[in-house]
Every structure is written in C-alpha cells, then in structure tokens.
C-alpha cells in the first residue's frame, strides 16, 4: 500500500496456528503504537526512555486521516514511555481518534503512575477499549523495585477495578524476570493475586534480546512445566522463527472464574516492519523503523 508516497508492506497471512499452513488475511488491516515520550520509571529492560514531552497532534491526525481512507485501523495502542504524564494530551487524541476511526480498537499501555486520576474522567474511560497495566510482580515492594519508582498500589488497582462496570476493561501484563516471576510457583502467585485483584485477564511477556539485562534476565515461560489440570492451552500461534505466543486458561484455587491468558516469546531482536508507529513526531515503520513521514 502507498501511504504519503512510499510504498509500505501490509500483512497479507495470520501466524501460523499450531502446525496449520498460514491463512490468509481476508480484510487487510493495520496496527499502530502511538508513543507518548517521557516516563517516571527505570526499568532496566527498557530501551524507549525519552525525557522529551512533545507531540506533534496535528500530523498525527493527518496520519489517521490518510490511513482509514485506505485501510482499516484495527487497533492502536497508546504507549511510551508513560502516556498518561501527559494525560490532556492523551485525552484530546483518543477521543478524535474515536470519532475518526469509531471501529478502532484502542488500548492505554499504562504503568499506573496516574491511573486514579484517569478514572476521575469517566467520559474518558469510556472511550478506551482497554487499560493494559504493567505489573511485573504481585508484591507491591517488589514491583516498585523493578520499576524503579513508586508504583500505584495492589489496593489502588483494586479500589479503581471494584469501581468500574465494564469487567473486562482492565488487562495485566507482566515480564518474566529473572529473580522476580521466573519459575511455575511464582507465575502461579501472581495468577493468584489476579484472581484476588478480580483481574481476567493477564499477559506474560518475556523479555526481547535487545541488551545485556534482558539477555541475562530472560525467562522462557515454555520452560515452567505449568499444564496441568487448572492450567490448560487453547491456542498457539508463530511468527517465522522470530517469536511465539499462547493463549491459556487458569482456574483459581477458589474456582471463583476463569483467567485468560496470553504469553508470548520473542527469541530474536526485530521490528516488524507490518505494524506502524508515531513516535510524536514521525509515521515509522515498526516500533523503531524507518520514517515513513
């Protein structure tokens, strides 16, 4: 497809399930992340760190104006960085982008920093699909840890969760860490401490190969021997040799619900030239590619 005069490629096959031959893609779409510069934590895993806050609006809806003329915007994801530092200007944006793109599925990628303040603007919340919470440990002392900063609070989380009608608009994701949620016993606490937190649905990511901490950190979550009877797989998907994801279902000790989740496994460094991002101030290719525009 050629978008501001430069030809880009676009997705044509899903990725492959289980062993199944790769199927193609009836309605072509595409994915964008929008990255909000600055963030208040250190992870050490991280390699998006900008202390920069600008965030050129006016060409990111040039940007959406182009694309939903010529394809359909299937999802966006609103992340950093740390978008809700600079939540005005996160709330002007979704909620044109809404009102542009309406069948546009859209998630705020948040570390929690200022998520009570969120949910102050109800009117707002509503135009959100789903909140993705990084939280990479159930100990609040501990989590704080990896981040480096003060993290929004178990009991926070829980007050905004018991608040909201809309169940399934609060997502976890969680990276597997070497010394932190690396084995079968720690992934089933923090399953544990999702059911408490009346959570459904929770992400294990291990870490991508881009540096030295997260080579020397990495956790493959195949690895935790964790089927069982409460823990079972229901789907499974590749990418070339590059990377594996996996849905599972989990049944807590209570049998209160079931917990959905997702898990996925990035063995090489890459930037997946089929999905786009705006990093502010530029279209790019991938997460970090080429510009584009």
Known sequence: MEIFGKDIKIRSHYCKFYQDEERKIEQPYVMMYVKFKGCNANCLFCEYKSDALKFNEEKYFEIINELKEKIWIKKISFSG????????????????????????????????????????DRSFVSVVDNFAISRHHWDDDKN?????????????????????????????????????????????????????????????VSLMPINDFCKQHFVDFNDLDLLNENFRKTQQWTYEDICRCSNYIYIPKDYKRIINVYTKNTYKPFDVDINLSFDGENLRNGFNGDIIY
């Open 144 to 204: 704080n840890d990896i981040f480096g900063t003060k993290t929004i609070s178990s009991e926070d989380i829980l007050s905004l969760r018991k608040n909201i009608r809309r169940k399934k608009i609060f997502h976890m994701s969680c990276d597997l860490i070497k010394g932190y949620i690396d084995s079968k016993e720690e992934v089933i606490n923090f399953l544990e401490y999702a059911n408490h937190m009346k959570i459904k649905s929770i992400g294990f």
């Open 81 to 120: 960085g740390e978008p809700t530092l600079q939540l005005d200007t996160l709330k002007r944006v979704m909620r044109k982008t809404r009102l542009l793109s309406p069948e546009t599925f859209m998630v705020v990628n948040t570390n929690g920093v200022n998520l009570k303040e969120v949910f102050e």
